[in-house]
């Protein structure tokens, strides 16, 4: 009989979500392909991280790192990068250009449930980018990570607000007005409130320290933090 804790472990996931990402992977790292906002996202992200957690010497795990975008930032900045993915293909155009750029990541096609079985306690911070509102239970996404925190260690979450205004902007406007993402990118019902986040971490015994606003402006092609979480935003939880 398969437990509830297996069979997210082994099924958290939509493959068509992976399939739709994996068609992106040969050009994850154009600046100017559909992977464009997130170029302009990552240095915004990384300084939310860097500004709460010492890079250097630090062990990072990175989950749903997609090609490395973010992988490769925080490697730079000095961390021991750890980096998981569900999908191969851009696990294995991760690797090609980690060799290209000479940035040294451990990039891994595997599950962050089944990561925590094997490296409990095992890193200082822990990212997880963009990927919530895609698996089926984020709570075990949350869960699996808090397992695998040091004591001490901080996680580290993007997403999207589940509020009018993200419809409008980042379905509505960004997929069908403006084209900036494949159209059938998001679902409005996956978005995730702040409230639903938090109540993730209670359960997963982490405490909420911040929550910041993230905003995209796409005409001028730049990004910053905002007070406005109504879109998308950026939470840093630790373990006590």
């Not at 994850?28 to 990384?46: I, K, M």
């Not at 975008?69 to 155009?93: C, F, H, N, Q």
């Not at 409230?195 to 910041?212: H, K, N, P, T």
């Given at each position: 009989?398969?437990?509830?804790?297996?069979?997210?472990?082994?099924?958290?996931?939509?493959?068509?979500?992976?399939?739709?990402?994996?068609?992106?992977?040969?050009?994850?790292?154009?600046?100017?392909?559909?992977?464009?906002?997130?170029?302009?996202?990552?240095?915004?992200?990384?300084?939310?991280?860097?500004?709460?957690?010492?890079?250097?010497g630090s062990a990072?795990?990175?989950?749903?790192?997609?090609?490395?975008?973010?992988?490769?930032?925080?490697?730079?900045?000095?961390?021991?990068?750890?980096?998981?993915?569900?999908?191969?293909?851009?696990?294995?155009?991760?690797?090609?250009?980690?060799?290209?750029?000479?940035?040294?990541?451990e990039y891994l096609?595997?599950?962050?449930?089944?990561?925590?079985?094997?490296?409990?306690?095992?890193?200082?911070?822990?990212?997880?980018?963009?990927?919530?509102?895609?698996?089926?239970?984020?709570?075990?996404?949350?869960?699996?990570?808090?397992?695998?925190?040091?004591?001490?260690?901080?996680?580290?979450?993007?997403?999207?607000?589940?509020?009018?205004?993200?419809?409008?902007?980042?379905?509505?406007?960004?997929?069908?007005?403006?084209?900036?993402?494949?159209?059938?990118?998001?679902?409005?019902a996956d978005f995730?409130?702040?409230?639903?986040?938090?109540?993730?971490?209670?359960?997963?015994?982490?405490?909420?320290?911040?929550?910041?606003?993230?905003?995209?402006?796409?005409?001028?092609?730049?990004?910053?933090?905002?007070?406005?979480?109504?879109?998308?935003?950026?939470?840093?939880?630790?373990?006590?």
């Open positions: 009989m398969t437990t509830h804790a297996e069979a997210a472990t082994s099924a958290n996931y939509h493959q068509a979500e992976l399939d739709k990402f994996a068609a992106l992977a040969n050009r994850w790292w154009d600046p100017d392909g559909p992977q464009r906002a997130l170029h302009v996202l990552n240095p915004v992200r990384l300084d939310y991280v860097a500004t709460r957690v010492p890079l250097a990072v795990l990175d989950v749903g790192c997609g090609a490395g975008l973010l992988s490769e930032a925080l490697a730079r900045g000095g961390a021991r990068v750890t980096a998981a993915d569900l999908a191969p293909e851009l696990v294995k155009v991760a690797r090609l250009h980690s060799l290209e750029s000479g940035v040294q990541v096609v595997q599950s962050v449930e089944s990561l925590a079985e094997e490296r409990p306690g095992s890193f200082d911070a822990i990212t997880c980018m963009e990927m919530l509102e895609h698996v089926p239970d984020p709570g075990s996404i949350i869960a699996a990570c808090a397992k695998l925190l040091r004591p001490g260690g901080r996680l580290f979450l993007s997403t999207l607000n589940r509020t009018p205004a993200a419809f409008a902007l980042a379905i509505v406007g960004a997929e069908y007005v403006a084209r900036l993402l494949p159209k059938g990118t998001h679902r409005y995730i409130k702040p409230s639903e986040m938090a109540a993730w971490l209670r359960d997963a015994g982490l405490q909420l320290e911040d929550v910041s606003g993230l905003f995209y402006d796409p005409l001028r092609n730049r990004a910053s933090l905002s007070r406005q979480t109504s879109v998308n935003y950026l939470a840093c939880a630790v373990k006590p």
